[in-house]
Nanobody, 119 residues
Framework: EVQLVESGGGLVQPGGSLRLSCAAS????????MAWVRQAPGKGLEWVSQ????????SYADSVKGRFTISRDNAKKMQYLQMNSLKPEDTAVYYC????????????WGQGTQVTVSS
């Protein structure tokens, strides 16, 4: 059974930092590109970042570029999102997602972890 479990969210002041983690199980993690997607209250899903299966290439939404860093450890089957210089508009539920591979989109998602940026 494919499982993705996010952790590391919480309440942080503007300008602060958080590191999100995603623990993967039930599949060969190193075969798949992975992503972080977020959903702010009352809004739709927003793609945040993606990383290739080997970690050799990463990409980011313009809204987080230069502040967030995606990474992975295939030996540990873990994915991470380091978030620095957080802004109130970063407040959202953050989801770890697995790339389908053969077409656009994601086929498995974690339950999400809440990030709240507020003074």
């Amino acid at each position: 059974e494919v499982q993705l479990v996010e952790s590391g969210g919480g309440l942080v002041q503007p300008g602060g930092s958080l590191r999100l983690s995603c623990a993967a199980s039930g599949f060969t993690f190193s075969y798949y590109a992975m992503a972080w997607v977020r959903q702010a209250p009352g809004k739709g899903l927003e793609w945040v970042s993606q990383i290739k299966s080997g970690g050799e290439s990463t990409s980011y939404a313009d809204s987080v570029k230069g502040r967030f860093t995606i990474s992975r450890d295939n030996a540990k089957k873990m994915q991470y999102l380091q978030m620095n210089s957080l802004k109130p508009e970063d407040t959202a539920v953050y989801y770890c997602a697995r790339d389908r591979g053969w077409c656009d989109g994601y086929d498995y998602w974690g339950q999400g972890t809440q990030v709240t940026v507020s003074s």
